[in-house]
T-cell receptor, first 119, second 114 residues
Framework: EAQVTQNPRYLITVTGKKLTVTCSQN?????MSWYRQDPGLGLRQIYY???????DKGDVPEGYKVSRKEKRNFPLILESPSPNQTSLYFC??????????????????FGPGTRLLVL | AQSVTQPDIHITVSEGASLELRCNYS??????LFWYVQSPGQGLQLLLK??????LVQGIKGFEAEFKRSQSSFNLRKPSVHWSDAAEYFC????????????FGQGTRLTINP
């Protein structure tokens, strides 16, 4: 089954304790992205990656790191979590990078979400 | 700046009634347009998308949306809602070329009265 998986689904941690949220997709997608969802703000992009070893900042990258060593995995790293990073996090993937003529390639597929609480 | 506005934070409709969720966008050029639905405790599922051509697009679960360039709008509609449609709905826009950076609206929570 084609899917995007995230682990863990729920996490409670304390300020300053490094954590990693994993994201994996089995669709051979080039593009992967991380979003955070907060009430009243919708989803905001944290980081994205257009291919292996290619990553770039989204709208709210502060306090986060990512890596893309393999095509299927795109972990989100919080080196020193703070309470303002309490949020619902979504990983997404897509086949291509929005090239003209590839209509349909641009659809992003979302993981189930990771709910993080930082105390 | 790119932005998406969903003016209605919360909408309540009766089961069987018609539904329209509003979405307005501000973008440099005509973008790709999407509607996603998020059921409670679930991830986002794509309802429909507009890339070009016919401005009325059909999606899953009986939803449709109409792109109106002159109004920079992409409103979502359904003729008759079901209790299972209760969810949060997000409008999103993305560029036609380059990185797939989706910009989301704030979301509209839909409640269905029996």
């Amino acid at each position: 089954e084609a899917q995007v998986t995230q682990n863990p689904r729920y996490l409670i941690t304390v300020t300053g304790k490094k954590l990693t949220v994993t994201c994996s997709q089995n669709m051979n997608h080039e593009y992967m992205s991380w979003y955070r969802q907060d009430p009243g703000l919708g989803l905001r992009q944290i980081y994205y990656s257009m291919n292996v070893e290619v990553t770039d900042k989204g709208d709210v990258p502060e306090g986060y790191k990512v890596s893309r060593k393999e095509k299927r995995n795109f972990p989100l790293i919080l080196e020193s979590p703070s309470p303002n990073q309490t949020s619902l996090y979504f990983c997404a993937s897509a086949p291509g990078v929005g090239l003209i003529g590839l209509a349909g390639q641009e659809t992003q597929y979302f993981g189930p979400g990771t709910r993080l609480l930082v105390l | 700046a790119q932005s998406v506005t969903q003016p209605d934070i919360h909408i309540t409709v009766s089961e069987g009634a018609s539904l329209e969720l509003r979405c307005n966008y501000s973008y440099g050029a005509t973008p790709y347009l999407f509607w996603y639905v998020q059921s409670p405790g679930q991830g986002l599922q794509l309802l429909l998308k507009y890339f070009s051509g016919d401005t009325l697009v059909q999606g899953i679960k009986g939803f449709e949306a109409e792109f109106k360039r002159s109004q920079s709008s992409f409103n979502l509609r359904k003729p008759s809602v079901h209790w299972s449609d209760a969810a949060e709905y997000f409008c999103a826009v993305g560029p036609k070329t380059g990185a797939q950076k989706l910009v989301f609206g704030q979301g509209t929570r839909l409640t269905i009265n029996p």
